[in-house]
């Protein structure tokens, strides 16, 4: 099953949480979610996820478990990338 995320913003600050049936998928997106969260929209579209990859972490994933994440972090930076403020 797809993840449950939660996306929201207060105070001009983004803030995310994620639920899964899936034990790996929830605590990796946990991670995710944490590392973006409390950031304004700006600081997140400005933020690769790569360090997921620089840790070796995605490596160890199956392509189906790499792919909802890869959908996790295309939903945060769409997220952001709507509210952001336009200069």
């Known amino acids: ?9 207060s105070q001009g600050r983004c803030h995310f949480t994620i639920d899964s049936d899936s034990a790996v998928i929830k605590g990796i997106a946990a991670v995710l979610c944490e590392f973006y969260s409390g950031s304004t929209p700006e600081e997140i579209v400005d933020t690769s996820p790569a360090f997921l990859e620089r ?16 959908a996790i972090s295309t939903a945060i930076h769409a997220f952001a990338k709507e509210r952001r403020i336009k200069k």
């Open 1 to 9: 099953l797809f993840p449950y995320t939660t996306l929201f913003r």
């Open 55 to 70: 840790f070796g972490i995605t490596q160890h994933l199956t392509p189906n478990r790499r792919n909802s994440l890869a």
